[in-house]
């Protein structure tokens, strides 16, 4: 099993693991800051159907910052490697980040699977939605809800909305072992991106609270180690992200502030790669506070509401 191995990483890009018996994952070679070691392609299945859940970035594959970055060729060839003699009976995407959809269009050339899972991005509603980390290509068979399955020979997977590091990220749980599938929502190795417009911290938050409710096994993230105490892994984002938005408040305490202010001493030693998505988490955190009533905004200046 995965938590007996040492971890950056047991398998190398393109390769299978299986990690019980309904449940492989192949490994995407796109290791960067924001992917660990890599996209997680989980296929879950044992018998003659498969699904495949987040096929991840194509040629011009991974997301964040790096248009020209090409890291992702030969990932569905390695899909179709693994699931030789089955048949893809779904393609699975928890969101449309460009290190999980892409690849979901030309695997359904390539074996008919239909693509089911998270909506579209709505483009606009108060302003665009999308940044440069979206798949803007993205286009779903069919879309399910809240509490939807769909099911093949020995498995049943079911949606479980989570809003919050995108409005359209699905969590997809394994009904017959009670393992869910978290893309980007609960991962081990890091906290979640929230990222505004987009991201939502307030219903990021309610998202984590809603698998807390859960009783899942395990969890497989699109990205690091799998979790094998979910609930306790949770109730520490939780504490965490509630530490974060009392350290704003302090600092806004002091004064006003802009938010690379407050990056520089909320974040002690962060990878200065990763300046810019703590930025966006402090301004997710903000955003929540002014809903709240308990923050103002005067151009890029944040104070406290007395
Ligand atoms: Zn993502």
């Not at 987040?54 to 011009?60: A, L, N």
């Not at 699977?113 to 440069?132: E, N, Q, T, V, W």
């Amino acid at each position: 099993m995965s938590k007996e191995k040492p971890w950056p990483d047991s398998i190398r890009a393109g390769e299978c693991e299986q990690h019980e018996p309904l449940v492989r994952r192949v490994l995407a070679p796109n290791p960067s800051p924001y992917t660990f070691t890599g996209t997680q392609t989980w296929i879950v299945g044992a018998e003659r159907d498969v699904a495949v859940i987040d096929p991840g970035p194509t040629g011009s594959g991974l997301s964040i910052g790096d248009p020209a970055d090409i890291n992702g060729a030969g990932h569905v060839d390695a899909i179709l490697r693994a699931t030789r003699g089955q048949r893809v009976a779904a393609i699975l995407c928890t969101h449309t980040h460009r290190d999980h959809s892409p690849a979901a269009a030309p695997l359904r050339q390539a074996t008919g699977a239909p693509i089911i899972g998270c909506a579209p991005l709505a483009l606009s509603d108060d302003g665009p939605r999308a940044d440069s980390a979206f798949d803007a290509d993205y286009t779903p068979d069919r879309v399910l809800t809240d509490g939807e399955r769909i099911s093949g020979e020995g498995w049943t997977i079911e949606a479980v909305a989570t809003p919050g590091h995108t409005s359209n990220h699905l969590c997809f749980g394994l009904v017959e072992t009670r393992a869910l599938f978290t893309g980007d929502h609960v991962m081990a190795w890091s906290t979640s991106v929230v990222s505004p417009p987009d991201g939502d911290m307030a219903a990021y938050m309610a998202s984590l609270s809603k698998l807390y409710e859960r009783d899942d096994r395990v969890y497989y993230p699109a990205h690091g180690p799998a979790v094998t105490r979910p609930r306790q892994l949770v109730r520490g984002m939780l504490g965490h992200r509630k530490q974060r938005e009392r350290q704003i408040l302090r600092e806004l305490e002091k004064g006003p502030r802009v938010i690379p202010d407050m990056v520089k001493h909320m974040y002690k030693g962060l990878d200065p790669r990763l300046t810019g998505a703590a930025g966006r988490s402090v301004l997710a955190h903000l955003i929540d506070l002014e809903n709240r009533g308990r923050v103002a905004r005067d151009a890029d200046s944040w104070t406290l509401v007395a």
